[in-house]
């Protein structure tokens, strides 16, 4: 009975690689989210979409691309992996996209480029 | 100057003592606060939000103050159990999406 779930867990891949990270939420929300927790343990939002469509996208380089192929998923689609990216990437849903609903978190991805 | 600034401790405490974090923002019009738990290896997960009456639930206490912006986190009678990092949140922009900005944390070690 996950409430936010992420597949995989961890996540090891060679500098160049295409990869992809699934997030599945069965809390009824309708706004999903990336966030990116560096080393230094810095949590950043990437990108929220609400009812499939795109409202946040942070400054995050184009090999980055979300899909929400419906509101209870989110997926992140990495290209040309580098160095930089590895990273734990958790996925977080809300109800709602207004700024008071609070935002529950999924059990992260931890991604290494090497 | 970092939007949402946390002291990141460690804070070492021994069990029963009465803890307190603070942590402050820079935007003025951030309309929502929160407090986030992580563990080690592990998601945040939400510990409370934070009302402009400030707020209590059981050992915790959460305070915004508007004027000063910032808001605190009180923990009472601190358990071992509590140990973790402690997360602020904040919403920068007023009625806006629903953008966290987190803190960098605070970590907590509470020893017997």
């Known amino acids: 009975d996950t409430a936010v779930s992420q597949t995989p867990k961890y996540l090891v891949t060679q500098m160049g690689n295409d990869k992809s990270i699934k997030c599945e939420q069965n809390?009824?929300?309708?706004?999903m989210y990336w966030y990116k927790q560096d080393s230094k343990k810095f949590l950043k939002i990437m990108f929220s979409?609400?009812?499939?469509?795109?409202?946040i996208n942070e400054t995050v380089p184009n090999r980055f691309s979300p899909k929400s192929p419906d509101k209870a998923h989110l997926n992140l689609h990495i290209n040309s992996l580098e160095l930089g990216d590895s990273a734990v990437y958790f996925c977080?849903?809300?109800?709602?996209?207004?700024?008071?609903?609070?935002?529950?978190f999924g059990p992260g991805t931890r991604l290494t480029v090497t | 100057r970092k939007e949402v600034e946390q002291d990141p401790g460690p804070f070492n405490v021994p069990e029963g003592a009465t803890v307190a974090f603070n942590c402050t923002y820079s935007?003025?019009?951030?309309?929502?606060f929160f407090w986030y738990r992580q563990d080690c290896r592990k998601e945040p997960k939400l510990l409370m939000s934070?009302?402009?009456s400030g707020n209590e639930d059981g050992r915790f206490t959460a305070q915004l103050n508007r004027a000063s912006q910032y808001i605190s986190l009180l923990i009472r009678d601190s358990k071992l159990s509590d140990s973790a990092t402690y997360l602020c949140?904040?919403?920068?922009?007023?009625?806006?999406?629903?953008?966290?900005?987190f803190g960098a944390g605070t970590r907590l070690a509470v020893h017997p």
């Open positions: 977080a849903s809300s109800q709602g996209r207004r700024s008071s609903y609070e935002q529950y």
């Open positions: 809390l009824g929300h309708d706004t």
């Open positions: 979409y609400n009812n499939k469509e795109l409202i």
């Open positions: 935007n003025s019009a951030s309309q929502s």
């Open positions: 934070v009302y402009s």
């Open positions: 949140a904040v919403t920068p922009f007023s009625g806006g999406y629903n953008k966290l900005i």
